[in-house]
């Protein structure tokens, strides 16, 4: 549906890169009403936290700031274009991360960084993957990630396909873990499961259950897995290196 400012020479995605990178000055129609792109944005990040992505919208974001719907159309043309600024400001800049520690040692701290990041606007994983990243804010957790593999004797293809996969496995493995999470409790679900299980059909699952592999509640599962899944994959990701280092 077209919006008060909507330009159809101009895609939505062209429009919030604009805006993102300071390349367009929103809000330069009509009379000045003391509001800016960058406080939209806080207000929209500030209704998210409260209450979530699913309430975000232009009239939810304008009542939050005591303006009318209409006055955001001078900053922000859709709610599409407000989401994509949302989610490259929500994610942050990167912390400092350790300097001529190797490469594995760098990228998993990067790796757990971005998982803080997310853990700060845990709704931040409930957002729509449109698009690419391309704001400045996710250029420079790219930029960082890359910086960590500067030392090691690959191409730089080959580099930014590892960052891009570090970068996707936690971001995947933290949404499904929150969207089970949102689902409700799972704590029934290795004694239900034991009711049904046949040891001839499912003989190497009875197995786990027998040894209480579901069953650790010392281990905090979102870590563990996370941290689990992140080593063996950088644990793949020695052997690919040191190939390139081999004469």
Known sequence: MDTP????GTSAAAKSFALMWGLDEPGTRG???GLSLDQVIAAAIEVADAEGVTALSMSRVAKHLGFTTMSLYR????KDTL??????RAIGLPPELPAQVGWRAGIEAWAWGIAASMRRHPWFLDLPLAAPPMGPCN?????????MFAEAAVPESIKLQLVLNVS?????????AKEMADGGETDEYPALLSQ???????PALTRAFAAQAFEDDDVEWDDADLRFG????LDGYEQFIRSYEQP
Do not use: N
């Open 196 to 202: 049904v299980l046949d040891p001839q059909r499912f």
């Open 230 to 233: 992140l080593d063996r994959l």
């Open 5 to 8: 400012e909507a330009d159809s």
């Open 139 to 147: 250029m420079a957790w790219l930029d960082a990630g890359l910086g």
């Open 168 to 176: 996707l496995y936690m971001i995947g493995r933290m949404r499904v």
């Open 83 to 88: 989401l994509t600024l949302v989610s490259d």
């Open 31 to 33: 009379p000045k009403r």
């Open 75 to 78: 900053y922000v043309d859709s």
